[in-house]
């Protein structure tokens, strides 16, 4: 069965879905970064459901708790590895850094998820870089290292030293990564806007949403890592920290019927018996 992620837009929030958006959309890796704030408890929990029941999930959950525990050890800064392959199937790799906000009872740690485009090979030279060179590469997912930098433009040109792709940090350094979660996120909002007003049916809405910001110029990728706090089949709570978003394949949904005519979720009014909505590109079925 193929399923999406989008599923239930009244249970998830804007700025989860900008995220998405950020983090798998069709382009460069700048374009990619995904700014949030983590958070745990005084237990050092995380401020999501994890996943308990996979080594993949026990893998990502002992990272989390290692930023925790870093944080909480005077750590300032800090790096979390996660390559592609392996146990988790990722089709790229991506690394979080983190900067400590607060610590204590209630810690916070400022992340970026950053898409990195090497190969395992490639992350195994950046462990060595970071000194982590005693981990094999499956288990970076289960350690966030911690850098030692005197400021935060110390770390980003340490983070640039490590891993390249100058634009990346100069986003970061300039708050561009930042701005443009805020952009996405106005956008999505006037979508989820939309989709309420036009009243559409609940199991139509998944789609429709990826459709209506695809035309915006929002096109995202599939079977990569997550970046929400969420899991969107349903809106409930993410079970794994970087579960895959979408899938690749193409779904086919029935229109409305409205006045005695077929509209697409996108709002097209189609000719009859057209199967492909012209304005997003859609397939419909007939009834």
Known sequence: MNERLITNLSRQGPEE???VYR??????E??????????????????????KDTLLGQ????????????ANSRAKYMIWLSPPGGISGYTEG??????????GRSTEIECRGIPILKDR?????????????DLEVEELRKWAIGVNAENDDDFWDKCQKVFGVEEVWNYIREGKDVRNKKETEVVVRQVMKEIEVRGVRQ??????????????GFEIMGGNHGGTNMDMFGGTRRLSAFRGLFTKSEIAIKGERVDGKTVCPCGEVLKEGATRCPKC???????
């Not at 991506?94 to 610590?103: A, D, E, I, S, T």
């Not at 090979?121 to 060179?133: P, S, V, Y």
């Not at 199991?203 to 915006?216: A, C, D, P, T, Y």
């Open 17 to 19: 879905l900008a995220l």
């Open 23 to 28: 983090e798998n959309l069709i382009d460069k």
């Open 30 to 51: 700048a374009e990619r970064i995904s700014p949030y704030i983590l958070e745990f408890d005084e237990n050092g929990e995380p401020d999501f459901e994890y996943e």
């Open 59 to 70: 893998m990502e959950y002992s990272g989390f708790r290692s930023m925790y525990e870093l």
């Open 94 to 103: 991506r690394v979080v850094v983190g900067k400590v906000l607060k610590r």
């Open 121 to 133: 090979g490639g992350f195994r030279k950046i462990a060595d870089n970071l000194g982590a060179g």
């Open 203 to 216: 199991e139509n809405q998944g789609l429709m949403f990826e459709m209506m910001m695809k035309v915006r």
């Open 281 to 287: 590109g859609l397939r419909l079925v007939n009834d």
